[in-house]
């Protein structure tokens, strides 16, 4: 089996400083692909999945959060986040859903009936 | 490192050296790996340590820390001698029948102790989670509060 979901750019040459790329977790099933990304600050709102030819693109902005004062001390990023993979062309682009769920972003993306191994009864 | 090099050849023509010359070239290796692969190594450490942002006002404190993927449940706050303290255990969300295509992210234990500049009133803490971002308020104590100080004139 060929190497499927693989991770191709971390955000655009062109905007180097604009995004960061979220972790990642993707598990393989026999229904498809799982991929987890934490992208701590971002709520559904924020959310903007795009498939585009062989490519998916998550980007998912912060919520704007409230000046709460004078900051002491800052290690969190402030740029949002961006990360494109290229998709195993066995998956069923039609069937992709997503959820978030406290920062952590779950996309299901299903692989094509005709992919699948099916068993085959003999009469 | 020259003399090294010169060794090389004689000690691989010895079949009992033949593994040790492995391991050296491994460990050369080693030190020739790209810095990002340390840089990774690093990041997979500091995982253990979520980031977090100390912001002051006239009346609190407030700490935030990026736990993405938790339950409430599961973040333990607490204060300590002035100092803010923030854990738990993150468990893995796997997913059923699956097979690991790619880990980055982190699961297991981790904490992160934050020293308070000023006294707070401890009774009075709240802490607050949100997409995956706990904010903690601390209001400070009186005598921490700034205090405006009338000028008498006589």
Redesign the interface.
């Given at each position: 089996m060929q190497t499927?979901?693989d991770?191709q750019t971390n955000g655009t040459a062109a905007r180097p400083q604009e995004y960061i790329a979220p972790?990642?977790?993707?598990?393989?099933?026999?229904e498809g692909?799982?991929l987890?990304a934490?992208?701590?600050?971002?709520?559904k709102d924020g959310l903007e999945i795009t498939l585009e030819g062989t490519e998916i693109t998550i980007t998912g902005r912060r919520?704007p959060?409230s000046v709460?004062?004078?900051?002491?001390?800052?290690?969190?990023?402030t740029a949002d986040y961006r990360r494109v993979f290229e998709l195993d062309p066995a998956i069923d682009t039609s069937k992709v859903s997503a959820k978030i769920?406290?920062?952590?972003l779950t996309v299901t993306l299903p692989k094509s009936e005709r992919v699948k191994p099916r068993k085959i009864t003999v009469d | 490192m020259n003399i090294v090099r010169w060794n090389r050849p004689m000690l691989s023509s010895l079949p009992t050296f033949g593994g040790l010359s492995t391991l050296r070239s491994e460990i050369d290796r080693l030190f020739d790996a790209p810095l990002t692969e340390l840089a990774r190594a690093s990041q997979f450490l500091s995982g253990a340590a979520p980031a977090v942002d100390v912001y002051e006002n006239k009346e609190n404190f407030v700490v935030k820390a990026e736990l993405p993927g938790m339950k409430k449940e599961e973040i333990d706050v607490s204060l300590h001698d002035g100092s803010l303290s923030i854990s738990g255990e993150r468990n893995e969300e796997k997913v059923e029948n699956g097979e690991m295509y790619r880990s980055e992210r982190f699961f297991g234990r981790f904490q992160r102790t934050v020293a308070l500049p000023a006294s707070v009133d401890a009774a009075k803490i709240t802490a607050q989670y949100k997409d995956g971002v706990l904010t903690v308020t601390l209001p400070k104590a009186e005598e921490a509060k700034p205090k405006q100080i009338d000028v008498q004139v006589n």
């Open positions: 499927t979901l991770k972790n990642v977790n993707i598990f393989e099933t026999q692909y799982v987890q934490e992208m701590p600050g971002v709520g919520a959060e709460v004062g004078e900051p002491l001390f800052r290690e969190r990023h769920n406290q920062g952590v | -």
